[in-house]
T-cell receptor
Framework: KAGVTQTPRYLIKTRGQQVTLSCSPI?????VSWYQQTPGQGLQFLFE???????NKGNFPGRFSGRQFSNSRSEMNVSTLELGDSALYLC???????????FGPGTRLTVT | AQSVTQPDIHITVSEGASLELRCNYS??????LFWYVQSPGQGLQLLLK??????LVQGIKGFEAEFKRSQSSFNLRKPSVHWSDAAEYFC????????????FGTGTRLQVTL
């Protein structure tokens, strides 16, 4: 079974722009979560979607948003990019509520 | 708020030696517990998980972890380390009943010398 896929793998954006990252979960998985990984803050939870509804949200500003489609694929969007948004963005999927998560390879975002 | 502590930032072991990576958590109840491994430039791979039951859990790649409620610990062990085990290891916790909002420790970087 194919794992979690994320596109693009690498992205360079300019401060003030917006960006959309995509995540395709493992087939049959209905929950998708997003995490930000930086050297300074480590791994931090952004949000989780299940059946197209946001179920959990971390402590990030409103510039960070996401959505989930009926096929469980998810996107996250960051508007008005700041230098501090440079990070590895990881997507994880799980079968259902309460099951372990499996991570994708991540999207490396660099904001200049 | 729940928190996870991995006291060792960096550990170096010789190939063939045993390994123990420490993880302590702070939470009002027993959470779900996980260990993930991350190789450079890669995502996170799940090594093992503890939800309930037997406190000694077996994972992939020969790793095991023991949950000790009295010490709020979930230490990862491997009897004989291979050079390919060099990576960063993360302990994570989640609220009981949900495994989706993970709180991670800061990670332990493992270096293996030949």
């Amino acid at each position: 079974k194919a794992g979690v896929t994320q596109t693009p793998r690498y992205l360079i954006k300019t401060r003030g722009q917006q960006v959309t990252l995509s995540c395709s979960p493992i087939s049959g998985h209905r929950s998708v979560s997003w995490y930000q990984q930086t050297p300074g803050q480590g791994l931090q939870f952004l949000f989780e979607y299940f059946s197209e509804t946001q179920r959990n949200k971390g402590n990030f500003p409103g510039r960070f948003s996401g959505r989930q489609f009926s096929n469980s694929r998810s996107e996250m969007n960051v508007s008005t990019l700041e230098l501090g948004d440079s990070a590895l963005y990881l997507c994880a999927s799980s079968l259902e509520f309460g099951y372990e998560q499996y991570f994708g390879p991540g999207t490396r975002l660099t904001v200049t | 708020a729940q928190s996870v502590t991995q006291p060792d930032i960096h550990i170096t072991v010789s190939e063939g030696a045993s390994l123990e990576l420490r993880c302590n958590y702070s939470y009002g109840a027993t959470p779900y517990l996980f260990w993930y491994v991350q190789s450079p430039g890669q995502g996170l791979q799940l090594l093992l998980k503890y939800f309930s039951g037997d406190t000694l859990v077996q994972g992939i790649k020969g790793f095991e972890a023991e949950f000790k409620r009295s010490q709020s610990s979930f230490n990862l062990r491997k009897p004989s380390v291979h050079w390919s085990d060099a990576a960063e290891y993360f302990c994570a916790v989640a609220l009981t009943g949900t495994a989706s909002k993970l709180t991670f420790g800061t990670g332990t970087r493992l270096q293996v010398t030949l």
